[in-house]
């Protein structure tokens, strides 16, 4: 692994715990701050911005879609009873776009692998993240996993998909 793809991987874990710690304003801030170092620093190819807003939409429709369905609910964010999920979960949508040229190159075309990352990885970032952000999950709790596990054995493997297609990482086979 580079030192880029670690600085990557080191700076998006940042990221999380300021989403889920801060709320929305500095989440807000420190994932501006944190893209316009990843495109500073880290991005090499500019043509990356597409997949940052193709998860931007993703955040939008998926994780709207689990509040709207009340397999996500939230009593401090007013706008999730109507779909739209918070600013802070949004900004973790977009740092995620930022891992698959970099941290998580070495899925590049392997797609069952990504799905088995997206199985297992996301599905604990959520439950994690829920309790810290106060987010409250369906009951039962494992049903709500399932659901976020499947989307996500989707999602990472798209994304994977994104990058090759779009040719974002320098990562020789």
Known sequence: MTRKAIINAVLFQTIWFVCLLTGAFWALLATVCYLVFHHVFIMKNRHEWRLIAV????GFVVDGSLFRLSLFTSTTEPWTALGVPPIWLLCLWVSVA???AHSLSFLSKRYALAACFGLVGPTMSYF?????????LA??????????AVLWTMILPFGVWLTDK????DRKD
């Open 55 to 58: 998860f931007l939409l993703l």
């Open 98 to 100: 930022t891992l698959f």
């Open 128 to 136: 994690a993240g829920a309790k810290m952000a106060g987010i409250t």
């Open 139 to 148: 009951s039962p709790l494992v049903y709500s996993l399932l659901i976020v």
């Open 166 to 169: 779009w040719q974002l990482t």
